[in-house]
């Protein structure tokens, strides 16, 4: 059995449908549906700029993994681009790293399904939803590579019809001049409710943290890139669509949201997709956005459990996670690392028990945080690649624009919003919690060290 599983190879089973809807599906996530209620309430319409802002960062984050996945389409790219162009503490934080990314962005998934939920059946437990929902994926998972690109395929384009659906019928009512007798919507609610900065550089800045966990994920198509059919011609697709996307996902949807109901009438505790629709005399509508973010929060979710198993198998093939979690079964999955990364993703169950309150803005600054690192690693990655590789860089068909001064002020910009972090009470702990997995994670390097002579 053991000679068998180590022949056997990650299954190139997902197709050029699954790649373009996995890279639209992770940049639309439950940062935008459940995270824009607080954003808005935040920032006001200068929220749109706050998107606009973090899409162009992050755009030249994924033109530089673009570069880097077309010299070399990897499963677990992030980890495998750091120890080779960096270094081996760098492939073994940043592997851990992206998997714990996931885990804290699943905890705030199931978090978000099991508030969703409470939309139909008020008196149920958040907890017992958020379990169901990852035992389902969990089978999803399991069964083939084509399984889980099946599904994140439907997911995303149901997300991809609501939004659309949302910025249609916004202005027709906008057009309309359709009162209700709380608002009227109009593009002057735009302006008319204290301007487009109402809370001053500090509300704009503010809503810095919950944006950007919006855009977690936007990454995935690098761990997807394994098991692609034809990475060199669908991931230059996938990536150069990301303005386009975040341009009428992100913005368009925002901007009819807020010319439809004013921004400071917005709940920051609930999504305003969901609000919006309630509060013009939809209710039909208002259940059917509901599912729309609760499919949303699954497809996360989704995107997370295969995510850290690939991520967990890539560790283990290059021995810094257990063996037993290189194995793959009879359908080309790797099982063990699905299975454990969903009995650590079932801690997320559990603080949905203890903290149904709290966990969503705790867990996604951690996750902001993380995926920073992530994201900051494939930058310098890329800036170490042009450096020690300039005759492949010169012949990649795939150049990240304006590199290296674009490497350096994307840099920046992640210190900027790690700055920002510490400025709210609520996410200011995050700072203190997250260096404690780093520490932990070089006492692990250090020991794999140890064992390893």
Not at 22 to 43: E, M, Y
Not at 219 to 235: C, F, H, I, R
Request: hydrophobic share 55%; aromatic share 14%.
């Amino acid at each position: 059995m053991t000679q068998l599983t180590k022949e056997r190879n990650l299954e190139r089973g997902l197709k050029n449908r699954h790649i373009q809807l996995i890279a639209i599906g992770g940049a639309i996530g439950t940062g935008l549906f459940l995270g824009a209620g607080k954003s808005i309430h935040l920032a006001g319409p200068s929220i749109m700029l706050v998107y606009l802002i973090i899409g162009a960062f992050l755009f030249f984050v994924m033109r530089a993994l673009g570069e880097l996945l077309l010299y070399k389409s990897t499963t677990g790219s992030f980890t495998e681009f750091a120890e080779t162009f960096i270094g081996p503490w760098a492939g073994f934080i940043t592997g851990w790293t992206y998997w714990f990314c996931w885990i804290v962005t699943g905890i705030a998934e199931i978090t978000a399904v099991g508030m969703y939920v409470k939309f139909w059946v008020p008196s149920i437990p958040q907890w017992i939803p958020a379990l169901i929902c990852v035992l389902v994926l969990l089978l999803i998972n399991l069964a083939t590579v084509k399984a889980f690109g099946e599904i994140e395929f439907w997911f995303a384009l149901i997300k991809v019809i609501a939004i659309v659906a949302l910025i249609v019928i916004g202005f027709v009512l906008v057009f309309m001049g359709f009162e209700s007798h709380e608002t009227k919507a109009s593009f002057a609610n735009l302006w008319n409710h204290g301007g487009f900065f109402p809370n001053g550089s500090s509300g704009f800045l503010l809503a810095f943290q919950m944006a950007v966990f919006s855009f977690v994920g936007i990454e995935l198509v690098g761990v997807t890139a394994g098991e692609a059919e034809n990475p060199e011609k669908t991931l230059p697709k996938a990536i150069n669509s990301i303005p386009i996307r975040i341009l009428i996902f992100y913005i368009g949807a925002l901007f009819m949201i807020m010319s439809i109901y004013p921004w400071n009438g917005v709940d920051p505790a609930s999504s305003p997709f969901v609000k919006v629709f309630s509060l013009i005399g939809i209710p039909a509508a208002a259940g059917i956005i509901n599912f729309v973010v609760l499919t949303s929060a699954a497809s996360s979710c989704n995107s997370g459990i295969f995510s850290t198993s690939r991520m967990l198998y890539t560790l283990a093939n290059e021995g810094k996670a257990p063996k037993m979690l290189k194995h793959l079964n009879e359908r080309n999955v790797p099982a063990p690392a699905l299975i454990g990364s969903t009995l650590v993703l079932l801690v997320g169950v559990l603080l949905n028990y203890l903290l149904p309150d709290k966990v969503f803005t705790l867990v996604t600054s951690i996750s902001t945080i993380c995926f920073i690192w992530v994201w900051g690693v494939i930058i310098v990655s890329h800036l170490r690649y042009r450096k020690l590789m300039p005759d492949n860089a010169k012949e990649n068909p795939f150049k990240m624009p304006l590199a290296p001064f674009s490497n350096w002020i994307v840099l920046a910009f992640f210190v900027f919003v790690l700055v920002l972090l510490g400025f709210a009470a609520d996410t200011r702990v995050a700072l203190f919690v997250t260096p404690v997995w780093f520490i932990l994670l070089l006492i692990g390097y250090y020991f794999m060290k140890l064992a390893k002579k």
